[in-house]
């Protein structure tokens, strides 16, 4: 067995398990899960009747009798590269044939990235904020290399300070993974912060993986999240050279079941992340393909999303901000508030009184010299329907008041 294997610590939701075993909820209430960050929102008709139509064969020749391949169909990679063009302002379109790669969803292409990307005869590093995404982690791990976590606080508005790193640190990096939006912070990197990364990259020659799949959430239409495509656009790097971006239709479209997404980025590194994925056998199932076409060329169904995320956000913040502290956040559907009391214990009362699920804040980051940035903290996913969230807001409330 790979020796590696030996590094990965349990996920999130599996340490979540043990926590609350043997917790009775209370049966009067009913069960409320803001744990899992899984859309609940409708998937667009109009996606399900593509989706459909060629899995039967009545569009095209494809549905389920031919292997889809590695490269995604030429529509698709047309689809994405307009969407891209439109929604960052590149003034130039990126090629579909060279910068444009569909993948099974971000967070098995995030995963794969690394395992295609680290040489590990170097004892490489892979920087990553902190708190994060596990699968950086793992990937990092697998792949050969020491993750490096870079702290998110509320002193530094829970954004990544690449500052602290010295040239000795970088000099070992070989891979950053950025998540703007945040998860679980909700927080945004900004155009001249993702501008200085590039300029580290460029004198450090490592590469970076923006994990971007809650771009697409946020609170004030006239102002999107900034995207690492776009910071290379303001720099006239068309080449967008070192750096790859991570979308998926999950969040934007409420399609995490068609587990469709896609990397863009610099055409090299992704010639030959194509020829490791060749290998590896994931290719996106046709109809798939013809699905996801539909949904990245359709932006009506993804204000109807927003819409339904600011008015859960409205409801539940209203509740709870005479009881709890956080900060709004830019992006996304978490909540990252401070709790009164251990982020774990916390956790555990709250199901056993209210029948409300979370998750501690610790269990999303890793314990280093100056602190684990999720201690006193949980992150509430919201997900569920307006009436559910704003009863589990009032229930948290009510919990809160009997500390």
Known sequence: MNSNLQSLQPYPFEKLKTLLAGIEAPGTLSPISLSVGEPKHSAPQFVIDTLTAHINGIEHSSGLSAYPGTKGIPELRQAIAEWLTRRFKLSTIPDPERHILPVNGTRE??????????????????????????????????????PVF?????????????????????????????CSPGNPTGSVLGLDTLKELIALADRHDFVIASDECYSEIYANEDQPPAGLLQA??????????????FHSLSKRSNLPGLRSGFVAGDADILQQFLLYRTYHGCAMPLQHQWASVTAWNDEEHVLDNRRLYREKFSVVTEILSPVMAFNQPDAGFYLWPETPIRDDTFT?????????????GRYLARDTATGNPGEQRIRMALVAPLAQCQEAAQRIKTYIETL
């Open 109 to 146: 292409a995030l995963f794969a990235f690394a395992q295609a990307v680290i040489e590990p005869s170097n004892k490489p590093t892979v920087a990553m904020p902190n708190p994060f995404y596990q699968i950086y982690e793992g990937a990092a791990l697998l792949a050969g290399a020491e």
């Open 150 to 178: 870079i702290n998110c606080t509320k002193e530094n508005n829970f954004a990544p300070d690449f500052s602290s790193l010295s040239d000795a640190d970088w000099q070992r990096c070989q891979l950053v993974y950025l």
């Open 232 to 245: 290379c656009a303001a720099l006239d790097r068309h080449d967008f050279k070192r750096c790859m971006v």
């Open 348 to 360: 555990r009362g709250l199901l056993a009184t209210q029948n409300v699920a979370v998750v501690p």
